[in-house]
């Protein structure tokens, strides 16, 4: 090993190894990794009420305890922040059929793997 020492000293390999990690980093923000939900997830369009009430392809669902609200940037909402928000959305029930998770989405995501919510909107509009 002390044969070794002289032609690999400290420094250069420390600095090798910040090079490959900057160069990993790099190509990995290059590319978002795609987003996985949990099965039983569902997609519509969703708008929030006062209360706030949930309306999803105009069917109404209850709102369950612990409820967590993501927008498109990932950043979580609490509930006096809910009124008056609408736009695609994912989201999940519990065994009671309480809405326990949503995932707001924005103009640019798509979600092929989601199954799509029941719509009773007239004219299927959404």
């Known amino acids: ?19 490959c990690a900057i160069g990993a980093g790099s190509a990995q923000a290059q590319t978002a990794p795609a987003r996985i939900y949990p099965m039983g997830s569902q997609v519509g369009y969703a708008s929030f009420g006062a209360g706030p009430t949930l309306t999803v ?40 059929g309480n809405v326990f998770r949503v995932w707001m989405l924005g103009p640019e995501q798509s979600v092929p793997a989601v199954a799509a919510a029941p719509n009773q909107c007239l004219f299927g509009q959404y």
């Not at 069917?59 to 008056?84: D, F």
Request: glycine fraction near 10%; proline fraction near 8%; charge should be positive.
């Open 1 to 19: 090993m002390r044969a070794l020492a002289p032609l690999f000293p400290g420094r250069l390999v420390l600095a090798a190894v910040a090079a």
């Open 57 to 96: 392809n105009c069917i109404s669902y209850p709102l369950g305890p612990g409820l967590r609200v993501l927008t498109a940037g990932r950043h979580l909402l609490l509930r006096n922040q809910l009124a008056g928000l609408q736009g695609p959305a994912v989201f999940v029930r519990d065994a009671m």
